[in-house]
T-cell receptor, first 111, second 115 residues
């Protein structure tokens, strides 16, 4: 079946550091890929998405590129801020099937 | 922000009592979902709905039932709550389940504690 693997963390960075959160997937066919963010005490919010190979999703300084050859969708940001502290979920969606979420990666950014 | 509300936001109940959680949307999206979020498990799908009176089970449906009598409302019922159902419950909606409009939008969550 379809699955998503991501580093669970926690990840602790200093402000302005470079961020990478790895996400790899297993799926039949070519799923849509998503990154969601959950701030403390809130629900998940869509951060970015990509629907086909080589697509790059971007939002709020975050980027992720759909890499079919490595079945990956790594999340990156060039300079993190304290306000980026949250839990980040990688997810996939395949035609007509339920979403599959990764376990989430907790990010803490220190001033 | 997608118009999704959940009620109640917090609830403490005792083992063996029935509990109903409500999800209300104002987006007129066809699909609605109930998830639970637990440490070490991420998000797990309980039940989902693909239309009024049309529902199906997710991966952790035992002990839960759902109903959808109107497009905008999706109810999750724990017939007899157990301590293992202590969790944070999220409702989500989506316009479709095919590429392009299949992203899900989440409500704020309900924290349920079963003593």
């Amino acid at each position: 079946g379809n699955s998503v693997t991501q580093m669970e963390g926690p990840v602790t960075l200093s402000e302005e550091a470079f961020l990478t959160i790895n996400c790899t997937y297993t799926a039949t066919g070519y799923p849509s890929l998503f990154w969601y963010v959950q701030y403390p005490g809130e629900g998940l919010q869509l951060l970015l998405k990509a629907t086909k190979a080589d697509d790059k999703g971007s939002n709020k300084g975050f980027e992720a590129t759909y890499r079919k050859e490595t079945t990956s969708f790594h999340l990156e940001k060039g300079s993190v801020q304290v306000s980026d502290s949250a839990v980040y979920f990688c997810a996939l969606s395949y035609y007509g099937q339920n979403f599959v979420f990764g376990p989430g990666t907790r990010l803490s950014v220190l001033p | 922000d997608a118009g999704i509300t959940q009620s109640p936001r917090h609830k403490v109940t005792e083992t063996g009592t029935p509990v109903t959680l409500r999800c209300h949307q104002t987006e007129n999206h066809r699909y609605m979902y109930w998830y639970r979020q637990d440490p070490g498990h991420g998000l797990r799908l309980i039940h989902y709905s693909y239309g009024v009176k049309d529902t199906d089970k997710g991966e952790v449906s035992d002990g839960y039932s759902v109903s959808r009598s109107k497009t905008e409302d999706f109810l999750l019922t724990l017939e007899s709550a157990t301590s293992s159902q202590t969790s944070v419950y999220f409702c989500a909606i989506s316009e479709s389940r095919t590429g392009g409009n299949d992203e899900q939008f989440f409500g704020p969550g309900t924290r349920l504690t079963v003593l």
